[in-house]
């Protein structure tokens, strides 16, 4: 029975584990290479889930098909958002404090707006797999949470890829160590930023669609993310697209053991814990350079 209990909490905290990195991908890229304190990077996920409610109540289309078509929308959108926010901030060199103020009133802005519209009412989505599971002996896998997780790894594949074998994924590393040879090698440093900061928010059309599969969403949920997404981009390494992967799974596998064997309360207590411990022994997170 503890066996049973033990692989099953195992492989749901994977399936967590790869969701809770599609939630924190935008974030280490906009945190992690663009030091962008970007607090709000929740709230755009709570958009992509009510975009995926909208178009899948109205319309009918599967919730994650709609996040992928609305990617380019969310991209268009991160992009004016970094635009604003340098013109407001960085160019005046004043986006420590207030950077990190005006983030935090977007945030509020999009869950008011929600409210106001939606109300505070749960919303779910309707899907073929969502409610079917698959059982492995007595692994027992919820489609709703396997599908999620499958999409999470391609989506952070991609971005990898797009990061490492693409020139502007390696300006785009490149634009936080070392602007005055990005400048020489004839790019923009801020055009590179905004198309960074667009990749993040794209990210956020997906990760919100996965979020109202695996369960229904109100306005202020965006919040309980908020923690635990600096927590996985730092335990990652800073920057790092394979380490906050790594990083997620780690998190949601230990939120899920504790959360089978000792009560839900204690799970992100844990997940807190682990990054201390490694903050304490290696600042630099799992996968950061030293």
Known sequence: ????????AVVSGILLGGFYAAVALGLSIT??????????????????????????ERLGLDPILTG?????????AGMGLYRFYYASFERTGQESLSGLAFFFGVMFIIEVVLILTYGVDYRLVEADYIGKTIHMGFIIVPLRMLVPCVMAAIMT?????????????RAILAVAQDR????????????????AMGIAIATTAVAGALLIVIGP?????????????????????MGSISGTFTAALMIG????????????????????????????????GLFGRA
């Open 68 to 76: 992928v078509m609305f990617m380019p929308v969310f991209f268009v």
């Open 217 to 237: 969403v109100e306005p202020s949920v965006g919040r309980l993310y908020i923690g635990r997404v600096f927590a996985i981009v730092i335990l990652g390494g």
């Open 157 to 169: 594949g991609g971005v990898y890829l797009y990061m490492s074998r693409t020139f502007t994924g």
């Open 253 to 284: 596998i230990v939120e899920s053991l504790v959360a089978t064997f000792y009560g839900p309360s204690w799970a992100p207590a844990v997940g807190f814990m682990i990054l201390l411990l490694t903050l304490a022994f290696r600042p630099q």
């Open 180 to 195: 005055l040879a990005l400048q020489l090698m004839g790019a923009d440093p801020v055009k590179i930023k905004q198309i």
């Open 1 to 8: 029975m503890i066996l049973d209990l033990f692989l099953n």
């Open 31 to 56: 945190f992690g290479q663009l030091d962008i304190v970007n607090i709000a990077h929740p709230a755009f996920v709570i958009v992509g889930s009510y975009t995926a409610y909208i178009v899948n």
